[in-house]
């Protein structure tokens, strides 16, 4: 069946739909398809300390003194948690200042990273539209919400009037098919697929993820492949909801989910098919995130600081696995490892599972919840030359706040395997 | 709206972490932010910048967080426009927000060397290389964009709008 569309001459079939263009369609009540332009309701707008004292500047400007509802704004101090210098102690003060004046909720330095924060308390669904002024929003893609990343001045005017204008993203449909092996795990799944497409490989699109291995994965393991979804320059990178994303929003906020899935007909801009059972665990090189190597080839490299946590593998499953790893073991005496639990709630989940006397027995410095040294403002800044071997989702140069040192990306288990050892290592010989 | 200046050509991917390091997001002082702007990739970039001079770059440029500081860097720095092969999505938006001009023209970007003295016509989108003597042709603003950037950013252009009746 053909339509006529609003381009002039150009006929299309009516397919069915992606998820971003049901999520787009749904919030702005038109027939939304990629392409279009469309002015939707957003469902929650976050901002965190680097970006949101940008916001507030900007609704000073425009001389709007309320948010479009209290409920549906949050700030989260998580960037320079608790604060190592007094220009963000300034800002953090802007923060508080503005959630007591609007009644947007403001969590404080005690809570964690945004990005676990803002699903732990319910505060989006899955069907949702949401926007953060942080890149890594698209994280809660892994829980059937179309997140996406948006600069102060967007985030104010989401803040201000609950709505955004919007570009509706094509879609690239990447499927992971097989298994995986034991010692492999999600992050090393999107590694090897920024190494594969480049880090602008779906610029402007959304991705979705498929398949049985997504299936199989549990929702913190999902959320570490949507939350590095920007890191190949997508918008989005959407899952649909099933079972264990329900019970995961069982208990958390006041919303009914309203989960989205595919139609089977949609139409995808691109599409690729993974085998995981050959994919081996995956690391980053240095400066680049697709700068993506198999383990083997840097195995026997040198470091000085290994880090487990930030938004990308701070929940407690990666915990888990480094306690497990860890135990009777202990870290190698040159090396430094800092472990940064995502959230309060991951802190007191793992303390309950042992898993925090464990890693602080083997050597590990337990950090605040929150980004930890990701960023470079806080929380171990490297030297100049040293290695650093770490979880998080971004190896520029400079990054952790030291252009001369070296940051190489991988799972959590890579992370903790090169800890103990002292050198990049395959941690599959930790789980034979 | 017309630009003139020296390009200062970089490669691919320059991503928001070079353009300025998060350990200087502790103020959100334009004049500030530039002074830091793109030294982990060129420490000599701030003083090298006439005002008004043209920053010229690869693939992908603006990768990254989300931080609008990165745009308002490069503004202050002194730089008129960015033209580049392409855009990373949330630094271009962030950069009309801004209102730091930035073009897309990958045959600019090829023709250009570091050092040239460019002249850009972004109503026409015309790149006009002065010491090759070379013209390169760019998607001109359209006219929202060119009203939002001409008034310093999106705040700025509604405030106008909104006092303007």
Same mark, same amino acid.
């Given at each position: 069946?053909?339509?006529?569309?609003?381009?002039?001459?150009?006929?299309?079939?009516?397919?069915?739909?992606?998820?971003?263009?049901?999520?787009?369609?749904?919030?702005?009540?038109?027939?939304?398809?990629?392409?279009?332009?469309?002015?939707?309701?957003?469902?929650?707008?976050?901002?965190?300390?680097?970006?949101?004292?940008?916001?507030?500047?900007?609704?000073?400007?425009?001389?709007?003194?309320?948010?479009?509802?209290?409920?549906?704004?949050?700030?989260?101090?998580?960037?320079?948690?608790?604060?190592?210098?007094?220009?963000?102690?300034?800002?953090?003060?802007?923060?508080?200042?503005?959630?007591?004046?609007?009644?947007?909720?403001?969590?404080?330095?005690?809570?964690?990273?945004?990005?676990?924060?803002?699903?732990?308390?319910?505060?989006?669904?899955?069907?949702?539209?949401?926007?953060?002024?942080?890149?890594?929003?698209?994280?809660?893609?892994?829980?059937?919400?179309?997140?996406?990343?948006?600069?102060?001045?967007?985030?104010?005017?989401?803040?201000?009037?609950?709505?955004?204008?919007?570009?509706?993203?094509?879609?690239?449909?990447?499927?992971?098919?097989?298994?995986?092996?034991?010692?492999?795990?999600?992050?090393?799944?999107?590694?090897?697929?920024?190494?594969?497409?480049?880090?602008?490989?779906?610029?402007?699109?959304?991705?979705?993820?498929?398949?049985?291995?997504?299936?199989?994965?549990?929702?913190?393991?999902?959320?570490?492949?949507?939350?590095?979804?920007?890191?190949?320059?997508?918008?989005?990178?959407?899952?649909?909801?099933?079972?264990?994303?329900?019970?995961?929003?069982?208990?958390?906020?006041?919303?009914?989910?309203?989960?989205?899935?595919?139609?089977?007909?949609?139409?995808?801009?691109?599409?690729?098919?993974?085998?995981?059972?050959?994919?081996?665990?995956?690391?980053?090189?240095?400066?680049?995130?697709?700068?993506?190597?198999?383990?083997?080839?840097?195995?026997?490299?040198?470091?000085?600081?290994?880090?487990?946590?930030?938004?990308?593998?701070?929940?407690?499953?990666?915990?888990?696995?480094?306690?497990?790893?860890?135990?009777?073991?202990?870290?190698?005496?040159?090396?430094?490892?800092?472990?940064?639990?995502?959230?309060?709630?991951?802190?007191?989940?793992?303390?309950?599972?042992?898993?925090?006397?464990?890693?602080?027995?083997?050597?590990?410095?337990?950090?605040?919840?929150?980004?930890?040294?990701?960023?470079?403002?806080?929380?171990?800044?490297?030297?100049?030359?040293?290695?650093?071997?770490?979880?998080?989702?971004?190896?520029?140069?400079?990054?952790?706040?030291?252009?001369?040192?070296?940051?190489?990306?991988?799972?959590?288990?890579?992370?903790?395997?090169?800890?103990?050892?002292?050198?990049?290592?395959?941690?599959?010989?930790?789980?034979? | 709206?017309?630009?003139?200046?020296?390009?200062?050509?970089?490669?691919?991917?320059?991503?928001?972490?070079?353009?300025?390091?998060?350990?200087?997001?502790?103020?959100?002082?334009?004049?500030?932010?530039?002074?830091?702007?793109?030294?982990?990739?060129?420490?000599?970039?701030?003083?090298?910048?006439?005002?008004?001079?043209?920053?010229?770059?690869?693939?992908?440029?603006?990768? &990254?967080?989300?931080?609008?500081?990165?745009?308002?860097?490069?503004?202050? =720095? #002194? *730089?008129? /426009?960015?033209?580049? !092969?392409?855009?990373?999505?949330?630094?271009?938006?962030?950069?009309?927000?801004?209102?730091?001009?930035?073009?897309?023209?990958?045959?600019?970007?090829? &023709?250009?060397?570091?050092?040239?003295?460019?002249?850009?016509?972004?109503? =026409? #989108? *015309?790149? /006009?290389?002065?010491? !090759?003597?070379?013209?390169?042709?760019?998607?001109?603003?359209?006219?929202?964009?060119?009203?939002?950037?001409?008034?310093?950013?999106?705040?700025?252009?509604?405030?106008?709008?909104?006092?303007?009746?």
């Amino acid at each position: 069946m053909l339509q006529q569309t609003d381009r002039p001459g150009r006929l299309i079939a009516i397919s069915g739909k992606t998820i971003a263009e049901k999520i787009f369609s749904a919030h702005s009540g038109t027939d939304a398809r990629a392409g279009d332009i469309v002015v939707a309701d957003v469902d929650f707008v976050m901002g965190q300390d680097g970006t949101s004292p940008l916001a507030i500047r900007a609704l000073d400007n425009m001389g709007v003194a309320e948010v479009f509802d209290p409920q549906k704004v949050a700030l989260v101090i998580d960037h320079s948690s608790p604060s190592p210098i007094e220009g963000v102690s300034a800002l953090h003060t802007i923060m508080r200042d503005f959630g007591k004046r609007t009644g947007a909720k403001v969590y404080d330095i005690a809570e964690g990273v945004c990005h676990q924060v803002v699903p732990e308390h319910g505060h989006v669904v899955p069907g949702d539209l949401m926007v953060g002024c942080d890149s890594h929003t698209c994280t809660y893609g892994a829980l059937n919400v179309f997140s996406t990343g948006v600069g102060s001045t967007d985030g104010a005017a989401a803040m201000a009037s609950g709505k955004l204008w919007f570009k509706v993203p094509d879609t690239m449909k990447v499927t992971y098919e097989g298994s995986l092996q034991p010692g492999v795990f999600s992050k090393d799944l999107i590694l090897y697929l920024a190494g594969q497409i480049g880090v602008d490989g779906a610029t402007y699109e959304a991705i979705e993820f498929h398949g049985p291995v997504i299936d199989e994965l549990s929702v913190d393991a999902r959320m570490t492949i949507s939350n590095m979804a920007i890191e190949v320059g997508a918008k989005a990178g959407l899952m649909k909801a099933d079972d264990k994303t329900l019970a995961w929003f069982e208990g958390r906020g006041t919303r009914t989910p309203a989960p989205v899935d595919p139609d089977a007909d949609a139409v995808y801009a691109s599409e690729r098919v993974i085998d995981a059972s050959a994919v081996g665990p995956q690391v980053a090189k240095p400066h680049a995130v697709d700068n993506v190597s198999p383990i083997e080839e840097v195995e026997g490299t040198p470091i000085a600081q290994g880090v487990l946590g930030t938004c990308t593998n701070g929940r407690l499953e990666d915990l888990g696995i480094a306690a497990r790893m860890l135990e009777g073991r202990r870290v190698h005496p040159d090396v430094r490892f800092i472990v940064a639990p995502a959230s309060k709630q991951t802190y007191l989940d793992a303390m309950a599972a042992g898993y925090i006397q464990t890693l602080v027995e083997a050597g590990a410095a337990v950090v605040t919840p929150g980004c930890g040294p990701c960023v470079g403002t806080h929380n171990g800044v490297p030297s100049d030359g040293e290695n650093v071997i770490s979880t998080a989702n971004r190896n520029f140069k400079g990054r952790m706040g030291n252009s001369n040192a070296f940051i190489y990306l991988g799972s959590p288990a890579t992370v903790v395997a090169s800890v103990i050892e002292g050198r990049i290592t395959d941690p599959r010989k930790y789980f034979g | 709206m017309k630009f003139h200046g020296t390009a200062h050509k970089y490669g691919r991917d320059i991503d928001t972490d070079v353009i300025i390091p998060a350990r200087y997001l502790n103020t959100s002082v334009p004049e500030e932010l530039a002074k830091h702007c793109m030294e982990d990739l060129d420490p000599n970039f701030v003083s090298k910048i006439e005002f008004g001079d043209i920053l010229v770059a690869e693939e992908n440029f603006g990768c &990254g967080s989300s931080r609008e500081h990165a745009p308002i860097s490069i503004k202050a =720095a #002194g *730089v008129s /426009v960015v033209i580049a !092969k392409s855009f990373a999505r949330i630094f271009y938006r962030n950069a009309i927000n801004t209102g730091l001009a930035i073009m897309e023209s990958p045959e600019a970007v090829d &023709g250009i060397t570091d050092g040239d003295e460019v002249e850009v016509d972004a109503d =026409a #989108g *015309v790149i /006009v290389n002065v010491t !090759k003597g070379e013209t390169y042709h760019a998607q001109p603003f359209p006219p929202f964009v060119k009203d939002i950037i001409e008034k310093g950013g999106l705040i700025e252009a509604i405030k106008q709008k909104v006092a303007a009746g």
